[in-house]
């Protein structure tokens, strides 16, 4: 997949370490008899037989860590996380279950490493859910494996196929995928020139067209509105003014009580103002009837 970032061959990743390997081939290999006796002696708390099962496996760490090459952190610290994890791994051994340690440490070692993976992938924040986290180490080779059997698959029916194999939703897919592209710089230039990508952003306000657009709109709303009630009789035009042309218009009541009459007679000079303002804003006659029905 494009989205990651390639260290070379493994071999050019094991050169990096070269002499990180030779230290390590030193400490030998620990028969499953032996390593129970030092499992037994380090939970009572003996640190050398501790430090021994650890210099022992220390090689497998390495061998986990050649996995994880393609995401193109420092060799160094792949392996002092996964050692850190060896450890973890070391202290919480129960020899009396009969497995090798390496079986049991793979897990806190992988568990480490991930962990440090998606702490420093990027410096915005990845892996806060538990599918996101199954999704950035799984993508590339579910996505690998469908493409190879299922070539005639859209894009959208190979993210439904992805989901499905992950047990995941389509959406959470392509919110990895594209986290997986990689960071930007918005100081980045943005194609020829000087331009840089924050200045392509969209600004989430109206735009200037748009703001001057509408300010002309409603001054011009105003101005008829204004023109047509001047020609209304007094109380008509108090009643169209508080109920047309305020921002918290008041109610039939309120403006009865107001006027020194019932409702029922606000609404009958309402109904005279709109029937006299009609013909005069007959293409505003929508925005009216919203105003006057609130």
């Known amino acids: 997949m494009s989205y990651i970032r390639q260290t070379g061959r493994p071999s050019a990743f094991l050169a990096e370490i070269a002499s990180y390997l030779n230290d390590v081939r030193q400490h030998s290999l620990l028969s499953r008899d032996a390593e129970q006796r030092l499992a037994r002696r380090a939970r009572a708390g003996d640190e050398e037989a501790a430090r021994t099962l650890v210099s022992a496996n220390l090689r497998f760490v390495v061998k986990i860590c050649c996995g994880y090459r393609r995401y193109g952190l420092p060799v160094e610290d792949l392996v002092q996380e996964g ?61 690998a494996e469908i493409a190879k059997h299922h070539p005639e698959l859209s894009r959208a029916e190979e993210m439904e196929a992805v989901a499905e194999r992950l047990d995941v939703l389509p959406h959470q897919v392509e919110e990895v995928e594209q ?52 020609g209304l009789e007094p109380r008509q035009r108090y009643i169209v003014e508080q109920r047309l042309m305020t921002e918290e218009p008041l109610t039939l009541v309120e403006l009865g009580q107001h006027l020194g009459f019932s409702r029922e007679r606000a609404r009958q000079l309402e109904g005279r103002a709109r029937s006299t303002l009609t013909p005069a804003l007959q293409d505003l006659q929508n925005v009216l009837d919203e105003r006057l029905a609130a």
Do not use: C, M
């Open 83 to 143: 050692n850190i994890g060896l450890i973890h791994a070391v202290a919480k051994f129960e020899p009396e279950r009969g497995i090798r340690l390496v079986t049991y440490a793979v897990w806190w070692i992988r568990a480490a490493i991930h962990r440090h993976i998606l702490e420093n992938w990027s410096l915005v924040k990845l892996g806060t859910t538990q599918a996101h986290r199954k999704l950035f180490f799984a993508l590339a080779r579910a996505r």
């Open 179 to 230: 986290r997986l592209l990689g960071d930007a710089s918005l100081d980045a230039p943005a194609g020829e020139g000087d331009a840089t990508l924050a200045e392509q952003l969209q600004s989430p306000t109206p735009s200037p067209e748009a703001e001057v657009g509408e300010e002309e709109e409603r001054a011009l709303l105003v101005s008829r509105v204004r023109a047509a009630v001047a």
